[in-house]
């Protein structure tokens, strides 16, 4: 378990002080998340809503393991917001208005500000979830004006690649489109999530405040 404190510490003292860490544990068990947390990481993220309901119940039972944030880092289904908004400190994943329309839905039944970040397809891949960027400016604008949601920024998954410097281009268009939506009225743009355990350093070299990492922190899964 000394092999996750150190990869924190690793990635930590690379980064810059303002940049979060979030320990993406999917897959990975609740004693290897409470090491984690122990060893100072403070944002949990999670991508499946029954999955982070349990660790979450788990770990708060635990009183030697400090409170952290959770946030949902995956796609987020209709019928699984619900319990999203209940658990989570932040949606990294709206990419529509129909699924923010059913988390301020959701948030407003209960008296929750749901904090959330947009999104962005940025490699306009059919294989994954967001927003294409052209049609940011847009689902802003509508998103600002929902009462039980507050968009905190923009969050992207970029393209694979083996080298990740060539992901570059595509983490500096999102502190494009990341810096051009600040002006829009009712959203915050405070936290642009991008980066992972292979891309983190190229993200935060292009703008990143928030990097997702998983592998880098645990080890493969199920290692």
Known sequence: MGEIKESIERIKK???VHVAVVAAAKSQPPEKIAEAIKAGIGIIGENYVQEAAGKKQELGTSP?????????I???QSNKVKKAVEIFDMIQTVDSFKLAEEINKR???IGKVMPCLVEVNIGREKTKGGCMPEELPQL??????????????????????ENP??????????????????PIGGVEMEILSMGTSNSWKVAVE????MVRVGTAIFGPRGY
Request: net charge negative; hydrophobic share 40%.
């Open 14 to 16: 690379a980064l810059p």
């Open 64 to 72: 030697d393991v400090p409170q952290v944030q959770w946030h949902m």
């Open 74 to 76: 995956g796609h987020l």
């Open 107 to 109: 948030g407003g039944i």
């Open 140 to 161: 802003l604008e509508e998103l600002g004006k929902l009462e039980s949601i507050k968009i905190k920024g923009l969050m992207c998954l970029e393209p694979f690649f």
């Open 165 to 182: 410097e060539n992901a570059g281009p595509y983490f500096a268009e999102m502190k494009g489109l990341f810096e051009k939506s600040k």
């Open 206 to 209: 292009e703008g990143s405040n």
